[in-house]
């Protein structure tokens, strides 16, 4: 291996790449058209403007104009108005927030609001933040608080033998220092930097503070306005170095704090724009243009898009006029180049002229694998990525320098409807700046969300020539000249490099050169009926040559004199290339769509893949290029038959690193998985492949139908997987080397077809036909069977309580004063017990920028209005693990058309619960066996073209889970292959449909007999339900009338006593009545007889006839004397709890001055061991007794151990202010921090807004 000079100059061109794409030597010939007056808009998760190469631009403007969030994600309510009382302020996280006296308010109101910091972290940032405070704040006060409790429990031990009652007590409460200790370690869980905001007006301008001290001294806290105003941010801290900027909206009921959500947004602003004065070699690709930074990545959703941020977004980039918006997201889509987002963007680019560049995605080798919108939207000029030598030597540290090639992941066209899908490509890495919070300066990374930047920066480069010369062109121009300047790479499908490499300086010279021609600035548009261009895939396709109607249409910019519209006469030839298309030779083209026929005839033409290009050119310029382009390509796909054994074979394959084979196969029918099996020659080279499959099938996106698989193959080696195939059409394989894959290998691979057909797609069992049925076919070759069938899931269908609608704010209206509103739909359920859910709209789930809604986002809150979980179209990624316990979803839709809105006001939601357990269905090969549970299903091998039914029997009654009822249904899947590889590819969806259960009768179905003889008398019976109205009403009046009244009559009837004490206990004024309380009990007490209860409990069995009725009256006495015990109890402690505050002695507070420290301590005591003769003291009806009986004897570790299963049963900020109370008194402050934290965060004032 040849050796290195250390003095070997270092390869910085390599870092972040211009040279290749043209932008190195243009900024030579033109250093001042470096970006100068071009504005971008970055749409991403956020750009941080401490970043390096984020301060300024090359001519000394401020780099990024304004910062904006518009996900919501970063938005407080700050809704809540207060004016100060001696310069302080009640923050809503419970904190005093002081006022400095240099702030100016003219007003004296404040708009105040709280945020948990750990809400719009990034992931990464609050992972590190989650560690650095465990090891500073926690781990250290925690280990001295265990050891101090365990010294004194060891101390205590040693000295104490013979336990009374009291030293029992005394040794309890140092165990449970311990065991709390213990518990708390195990329960950690940070809630993270809690934040109280203020906004303010000063008179001229709204201003905004966050408490960062986290201690109410705002003092030392930052005060800003709008970023866009002066361009100010802050820090939250020298731990977090998490830069926020601010915007107030809807006049300071609304605070956004903007961060990053990511460090993938600053790294494409740097790519872009970055400007380094010191290092030059470091700068972007347009160090002076100006940035427009909008985070549309909703840190909610882990930086996930949504409709809501892309939509705002794009009001934004219109109102700010952005030359160039750069968008480096995008995903799958169902149906390419239409829905709301979608015609918001083409609006931007054809009536604003803003550019729209985005990355074309990383989801290949596989053809038509490119995203929405950079692939797949008209308006978007989609980039792809590819990787050069000098990037492989500086960025990666390869060995060697490879040829030039594109990114293994880099997606591919055509689009589903015959767009070509890659526009240009750029350098698809780069070593760039990122956020501060990642304490680190640069960081590589890769793919199309790098080569848009790229290219991006090199069109503001472009841009800023050309406006420095007067020139204005048109986005069609500019794409135009892109697309004809670009520079093809050899041995790099069309596909994947698009019309190829961007080059700066020839475009440039192109928009100069051809500025003045009549269609300079014209846009062309080209459909083939529904679609964009001629796609033949599928074998019906191929059969024979077909003719298609092409339409071209001249396209204007706005507000286009109607002279010119009417002067437009075009003289055009067509061409193609291909000899098996036919076209017209020319075309006149005025201003209206004109259709020309193109005849496809690809019989004759040889397996594999085809492209070619009908191209129209001006007569009178043919060498301005094509003015527009119709992309056709064929695929012709190997047939798989019987005479083949369903196999294909493929031996002595020689690979070079990143090379590329694909394999068009046309699915035999009755083919339900394919395996592949792949061995190497090379003894010395181990080596990366993609292993890639794709389907396509109409109105799904190509991941519906997708398998992908990154694997090593080592030396000599060999491996096999299996993937799910769709019978009769066309499966693309494709098997790629990686591109960094060292060394040349050999290998050999095949791919087999199997098939075991199910007479249907997808299993319904309805649980009131008992006996089910399937079939199933072996239709291609001896297939072994073992039909099982697998329920995962359960799932539970809601209806909304409200639907609201209402116009939304100033930051949701288009132009042209298009107001968008919103529907907010509220379901509520009930979580049985613990375990995993996953909420999803049906309607409009898996659709985003295809939906014809602006935009879905559901909330899920629990009973207390915490919010624990969000989601949008995708909700395979948004499982949520929740406790038993009532919970609240919120979902927002929003729609430019309120009647759109209107129409789903009864939209049904679904919440889908995971099993703890996976139940299973018994399947039988005969109805009669199925019908008698005998003899199971086992092992069946089917010959070639035979078939076999079986039958499924229903899930009996007691595994169907708890809460599931009418309505719901169970999820799982039906396995029938028995190999390893059938059962992974092979799988088809079941779903179980639930009846109501089984009546129960009541009393072990025995009614009551009447006993006419002592039947009671009617007037009886009047007097006793008058008597039973006036206890039920006793409870609601604020009197003893109707008790003095009752007692002379029922005397012994002991409900009334009850209900009498439950009157007392629960009233406004009850500290005052803790006397009248303690008798009311005593009354109770005295009503029951003890002994005789006690002895029933006693007995195991009952032998009398009316055992039954005698086992519920003891019941009900045992729950009374429970009941009257615990009230008393928490009276006396009450009282003594008063008389031992110093602040309870207030005259208005005393009930009576002839109270009995001592008596009533005793009292207490008697009470408190009385009551453990009959149930436990973790029961939850005693808890609050234990609490305040270890809360009068000061042993604060009893006290918090009840505290604390108190706030598990009833979780409210009342018992959680008790726990962190007692946690303060034990000394236990670390802890006590950490709850005080949590309070805003689990107990919010409202919902989180949308």
Request: proline share 5%.
């Amino acid at each position: 291996m040849a050796a290195h000079p250390a003095d070997e100059s270092f390869p910085f061109h390599g870092l972040l790449p211009k040279k290749e794409t043209g932008a190195a030597s243009f900024l030579i010939r033109y250093p001042e058209y470096d970006g100068r007056g071009v504005l971008i808009a970055i749409l991403d998760t956020g750009v941080d403007p401490g970043a390096p190469g984020m301060q300024i631009t090359s001519d000394g403007k401020p780099k990024i104009v304004d910062i904006i969030d518009s996900t919501g994600s970063g938005d407080v309510d700050t809704s809540t108005v207060v004016e100060p009382k001696d310069g302080t302020i009640p923050g809503l996280s419970g904190r005093t927030l002081k006022i400095p006296v240099t702030w100016k308010n003219p007003s004296g109101k404040y708009h105040i609001g709280v945020k948990n910091g750990f809400e719009f972290f990034p992931k990464a940032l609050k992972e590190r933040l989650q560690k650095e405070r465990r090891e500073k704040l926690w781990d250290p006060a925690h280990r001295a608080a265990l050891a101090e409790a365990c010294r004194k429990q060891e101390e205590f031990d040693s000295t104490h033998t013979n336990l009374s009652q009291a030293e029992k007590l005394l040794k309890e409460e140092l165990q449970c220092h311990t065991e709390l200790l213990n518990s708390l370690e195990k329960k950690y869980n940070d809630p993270g930097p809690v934040y109280d905001c203020l906004v303010w007006h000063d008179g001229e301008t709204w201003r905004a503070c966050l408490d960062t001290s986290e201690c109410g001294d705002l003092g030392c806290c930052t005060v800003l306005r709008n970023y866009k105003e002066a361009q100010e941010h802050a820090s939250l801290g020298n731990s977090e170095m998490l830069n926020y900027s601010v915007n107030v909206y809807e006049e300071g009921s609304i605070l956004c704090i903007v961060t990053s959500g990511g460090a993938h947004g600053t790294h494409v602003a740097s790519i872009a724009a970055g400007y380094f004065p010191e290092e030059p070699e470091r700068n972007g690709v347009a160090p002076g243009a100006q940035i427009l930074a909008i985070k549309i990545g909703d840190t909610r959703l882990s930086t996930m898009e949504t409709g809501t941020g892309l939509i705002r977004a794009m009001i934004e980039v219109i109102k700010y006029k952005c030359d160039l918006v750069n968008y480096s997201y995008g995903e799958a889509t169902h149906w390419p180049n239409s829905g709301r987002i979608c015609e918001v963007i083409n609006e931007a680019v054809w009536k604003h002229n803003v550019i729209y560049v985005s990355s074309a995605g990383n989801n290949g080798p596989c053809l038509s694998t490119v995203g929405c919108p950079g692939g797949t939207t008209s308006s978007v000029i989609g980039v792809g990525a590819y990787v050069t030598p000098d990037m492989m030597t500086a960025e990666y540290s390869l060995r060697e320098k490879l040829p030039a090639n594109q990114y293994t992941w880099s997606s591919r066209g055509p689009t589903i409807d015959g767009a070509l899908g890659v526009s240009i490509s750029a350098p698809g890495g780069a070593i760039a700046s990122v956020p501060n919070w990642t304490l680190r300066g640069t960081q590589l990374m890769n793919g199309t969300s790098m080569s848009s930047p790229n290219a991006c920066g090199g069109i503001a480069l472009v841009l800023s020539g050309l406006k420095s010369n007067g020139i204005q062109p048109t986005a069609f121009a500019v794409r135009r000249a892109l697309e004809n300047t670009a520079v093809k790479m050899d041995d790099i499908e069309v596909f994947a490099q698009g019309h190829g490499t961007i080059q700066v300086d020839k475009a440039y010279d192109y928009l100069t050169q051809h500025a003045s021609l009549p269609t300079s600035n014209l846009g062309f548009t080209v459909t083939v009926g529904s679609h964009r261009g001629i796609y033949l895939r599928n074998p019906v396709q191929l059969s024979s040559p077909s003719d298609h109607a092409v339409g071209i249409e001249p396209v204007f910019p706005e507000n286009t004199d109607n002279s010119e519209r009417i002067s437009l006469q075009l003289h055009l030839a067509l061409t193609c290339s291909a000899s098996w298309v036919q076209c017209p030779s020319h075309l006149e083209l005025m201003n209206q769509c004109r259709h020309v026929n193109v005849r496809v005839d690809p019989q004759g033409l040889r397996e594999g893949l085809h492209y070619t290009e009908v191209c129209g050119y001006d007569v009178s310029t043919p060498n301005v290029g094509p003015l527009f382009r119709v992309p056709i390509t064929v695929i012709i796909p190997t047939k798989v038959n019987e005479s083949t054994a369903y196999e294909v074979h493929f031996n002595n394959v020689y690979f070079k690193p990143g090379q590329i084979r694909r394999h068009f196969l046309q699915v035999p029918q009755g083919a339900r998985w394919a395996e592949l099996t792949i061995t190497s020659h090379s003894h010395d080279v181990s080596s990366k492949f993609v292993l890639h499959a794709i389907h396509l099938v109409k109105q799904k996106a190509y991941r519906a139908n997708e398998f992908y698989k990154f694997s090593s193959l080592l030396e000599k080696g060999s491996l096999t997987e299996a993937f799910p195939v769709l019978e009769g059409r066309t499966v693309e394989f494709c098997i790629a080397r990686w591109w960094a894959s060292l060394g040349d290998v050999t290998i050999d691979y095949s791919i087999s077809f199997h098939g075991v057909t199910c007479s249907t797609s997808q299993l319904h069992i309805h649980a009131s036909e008992g006996i089910s049925s399937f079939e199933v076919l072996s239709a291609l070759k001896y297939e072994e069977i073992s039909p099982s069938i697998n329920l995962k899931n359960w799932v539970q269908p809601l209806r909304p309580v409200s639907a609201k609608t209402r116009s939304l704010a100033s930051r949701d209206i288009l132009p042209n004063n298009r107001q968008l509103y919103e529907i907010v739909l509220t379901y509520n359920f009930t979580q049985t017990k613990s375990g995993e859910v996953t909420p999803s709209c049906p309607l409009l789930c898996e659709l985003l920028y295809e939906s014809e809604f602006d935009s879905q986002l559901w909330m899920l809150f629990d009973q207390n209005k915490r919010l624990i979980g969000s989601g949008d179209a995708y909700p395979h990624q948004y499982s949520l693990k929740l406790e038993k316990g009532d919970y609240t979803i919120r979902l927002q839709v929003r729609h430019e058309q309120i009647c759109e809105l209107e129409r789903l006001k009864d939209l049904p939601f679904i919440v889908s619960h995971r099993l703890s357990n996976t139940l299973s269905l018994d399947i039988y090969e005969t109805h009669k066996n199925a019908l008698l549970s005998k003899k199971k299903a086992n092992t069946i091998t089917l010959p070639p073209n035979c078939s076999q039914s079986f039958f499924v029997t229903s899930l009996p009654d007691d595994k169907i889970p708890k809460g599931a009822g009418p309505g719901c249904y169970l999820t799982g899947s039906l396995i029938v292959p028995k190999s390893e590889y059938g059962k992974k590819a092979d799988v088809l969806p079941v779903y179980y449909h639930l009846i109501p259960p089984p009546n129960k009768t009541k009393n072990g179905g025995k009614e009551k007999e009447k006993d006419t003889d002592k039947e009671k008398d009617v007037k009886e019976e009047f007097a006793e339900a008058m008597r039973d109205l006036k206890i039920q009403w006793m409870t609601k009046l604020d009197t003893s009338g109707l008790y003095d009244e009752l007692k002379e009559t029922f005397s012994n009837h002991l409900p009334l006593h009850v209900t009498r004490l439950q009157q007392l206990d629960s009233e406004k004024e009850r500290m005052k009545r803790l006397n009248e309380i303690v008798v009311a009990a005593d009354v109770v007490l005295s009503s029951i007889d003890q002994t005789a209860l006690a002895v029933h409990l006693t007995m195991k069995t009952d032998p009398r006839p009316d055992a039954a009725t005698i086992k519920s009256d003891m019941e009900k006495q045992k729950s009374s004397l429970i009941d009257a015990l615990c009230r008393k109890g928490c009276a006396l402690a009450d009282k003594l709890l008063r008389l031992l505050s110093q602040d309870g002695a207030a005259s208005e507070e005393v009930s009576s001055t002839e109270d009995d420290p001592e008596g009533c301590l005793k009292d207490l005591t008697d009470t408190f061991w009385e009551i453990q003769k009959w149930v436990d003291l973790t029961d939850s009806k005693v808890l609050t007794f234990a609490y305040k009986h270890a809360l009068v004897n000061k042993m604060y570790g009893r006290a918090l151990k009840y505290a604390t299963k108190i706030v598990e049963e009833k979780p409210s900020k009342e018992n959680c202010t008790n726990c962190i109370q007692l946690m303060k008194s034990l000394g236990w402050t670390h802890s006590a921090a950490f709850a005080d934290n949590w309070l805003p965060v689990m107990y919010p004032t409202d919902y989180t807004p949308f």
